[in-house]
């Protein structure tokens, strides 16, 4: 809610990008999962809004259980008027143990991997 706001509709003056209607949280859900796990840091555009990524994504994979990894990203995939299919715990287990330990991730690197579309 701080980084994000209480309605998805992030700070874009500050650096924090909306949830809602964002590519990034309705696409690719291992692209969401490995992002949430190991952050993001750099720039990037959405919606015609370009963050210069100084301000990185936490990586909240040593905070978090492959439950409640689940359990968050299935919410806000289907919060502020966005509509996705749920993230199984499963998922999370696999991209957790397929990427192992790493740091952040830029946008252009989970991009190739995981296009926008």
């Known amino acids: 809610g701080?980084?994000?706001q209480a309605d998805g509709n992030g700070l874009p003056s500050a650096g924090f990008p909306p949830l809602s209607e964002s590519?990034?949280?309705t696409g690719s859900e291992e692209r969401l999962i490995k992002l949430t796990l190991h952050?993001?840091?750099?720039p990037f555009e959405l919606k015609g809004v370009k963050y210069p990524g100084?301000?990185?994504?936490t990586p909240f994979?040593?905070?978090?259980?492959?439950?409640?990894i689940a359990d968050v990203l299935t919410f806000v995939r289907?919060?502020?008027?966005?509509?996705?299919?749920?993230?199984t715990?499963?998922?999370g287990t696999k991209v957790r143990q397929a990427v192992g330990a790493r740091s952040f991730y830029s946008p252009?690197?989970?991009?190739?991997?995981h296009p926008e579309k």
């Open 2 to 4: 701080t980084c994000h």
């Open 23 to 25: 590519y990034w949280v």
């Open 39 to 42: 952050g993001l840091m750099g």
């Open 54 to 57: 100084q301000v990185p994504m």
């Open 61 to 68: 994979g040593g905070l978090l259980k492959d439950q409640e």
């Open 78 to 87: 289907n919060s502020f008027g966005n509509k996705a299919a749920p993230v």
């Open 89 to 91: 715990v499963e998922s």
């Open 108 to 113: 252009e690197e989970l991009l190739k991997e």
